[in-house]
């Protein structure tokens, strides 16, 4: 016997957020600051446990398919990539040009491009700079930013090119970092690289203490998201980024 049913027409707000295999910590901060009504879809991009030039640049080949695995009946208002370091190693917008031939949606987005456009959006030229990488990975990104107008003025590294390892470093040990990266006069604000760096929970405590602007690398990524999805005003915001009530910038 087949049975009745009717069909919904209304879509929630759907984004779309390509993780890394080896990431265990995106997801989780997205539940964290996600409203209900904003459905996110999850794909995964495989990815090595050990972090280089090389094995982010190799996550190239596997972009197009592993966007092609959201699903085919949604609606994605922006996908987001979810790697800072590889954004820089393979290029922003190569890394666009990868998910659309994925998957059709208006926007795509990833850590440096939403970091980029926070900074543009706060009017932030000088950051300090918390990153968990090997000196390449590093230079990789500070060179990014340079090119788009955002100078590193302070640095620190945890020189860690272990995935596994970098998830497991700890809040307190990111604080600290945190804290003497931004207490060099001249920053801006303070970013904490890395997708997979638990560092959400200590956004608000350092702002409090040095008085400036803390981003971090899913932070931002969700705050694009939000803003290009065109669905902010429910996000559970962290930070003086969503706080700020800031429009995105030409």
Known sequence: MALPYSVDTDRPTQIGLIALQSDETIERDFRLMMPPDVEVLVTRVPSSTTVS???????EESLTNSAALLPRGAHCAAVGYGCTSASAAIGAGRVSELIRKGVSTPHVTDPLTALIAACKALDLRRIGLVSPYV???SDQLISALDQAGVSVVSFG????PSEERVVRISRESVRDA??????N??????FLSCTNLRSLEIV???EGALGIP?????QVLAWHLGKLAGCLNGFSGIGRLFLS??????
Do not use: I, K, W, Y
């Open 53 to 59: 030039l090389e094995t982010l640049r190799a996550m």
């Open 135 to 137: 000196a390449s990975v």
């Open 157 to 160: 590294s945890f020189d860690e």
């Open 178 to 183: 945190a804290l003497h990266v931004g207490r």
């Open 185 to 190: 006069g001249a920053c801006d604000a303070v």
């Open 204 to 206: 608000d405590e350092v």
């Open 214 to 218: 803390v981003l971090g690398s899913n």
């Open 245 to 250: 009530g800031a429009d995105l910038q030409p």
